[in-house]
Each structure stands twice: as structure tokens, then as C-alpha cells.
């Protein structure tokens, strides 16, 4: 009789310890069930990403990163028609980001260009000055 008295308190106690945990844990299994909404926002500021970096230059100073964009954004829009929202949202936040590199490795292109430029300028300014010192 004490053993069976005995389990039955240890399996309350332990019965007390665990319902936090699994209370936390259903909650989480939940949220990871509920279906997500549908990222028409994110695809639409991943493709306004990939315009921009079209503008700026990106097709011609970084065609990779302006590829590898482009392609997880058409794999979105694929993901999005096959109601696999939370894999298109990933692909588009994706998507965005290789824009935004593309826009900065375009802008560094340009900067590196630009210093060059001046580089060489500044080299003719000084070979001009000293054949004709004052």
C-alpha cells in the first residue's frame, strides 16, 4: 500500500513539472500549425528591391546577386500559388536581400570606378606640374 501511495505522489509531482513544458510546447506546435497569411507585401517590396537595383546599374555590376534574386522571387510567386505561404515569404525576404546586395555591390562598383578615375586625374594634374613648374 505505501508503494502505490509512493508512485502515486511521485507521478503527481511530476505530473505538476511537466504541464508547464507541454503547455509550452502545444502553444508553440500551434503557432506553427495556424496558417500563415498569404506575403503578397514582402513579394511586392522584393520586386520593387530587384527594380531598384535594375536602375541602379545592378545588371551589368552585379549580374549574380540581380539573378539569384530574381530567382527566388519567381520561386516564390511558385510557393505562394502552391499556398506554401510561409516558404514564400522566406524565398521574398530572400529575394530582397540579394537585391539589396546587388544595389550595394553596384554602388561599390561605381565608388571603386569613380576613385580610380580620380586616381588617374590627380597622377596626370602632378606629371603636368612638373614639366611646367612655375
Known amino acids: 500500500m505505501n508503494i ?28 506553427c500549425a495556424s496558417p500563415q497569411p498569404a506575403p503578397t507585401d514582402q513579394l ?12 541602379a546599374g545592378a545588371a551589368e555590376l552585379a549580374p549574380v546577386e540581380l539573378g539569384a534574386a530574381r530567382l527566388k522571387l519567381s520561386r516564390a510567386n511558385e510557393a505562394l500559388r502552391a499556398n506554401d505561404n510561409m516558404q514564400a515569404r522566406m524565398l521574398a525576404e530572400q529575394s ?11 554602388r561599390a562598383a561605381k565608388a571603386q570606378k569613380a576613385a580610380s578615375a580620380l586616381a588617374e586625374d590627380r597622377k596626370v594634374l602632378r606629371e603636368e606640374m612638373q614639366r611646367n613648374p612655375k
Open 4 to 31: 502505490l501511495l509512493l508512485t502515486q505522489s511521485v507521478a503527481q509531482a511530476a505530473s505538476r513539472r511537466l504541464t508547464p513544458w507541454l503547455a509550452a510546447a502545444a502553444l508553440t506546435l500551434a503557432a
Open 44 to 55: 511586392a517590396v522584393s520586386a520593387a528591391a530587384i527594380d531598384q537595383a535594375v536602375s
Open 96 to 106: 530582397q536581400a540579394d537585391a539589396q546586395l546587388a544595389i550595394t555591390k553596384t
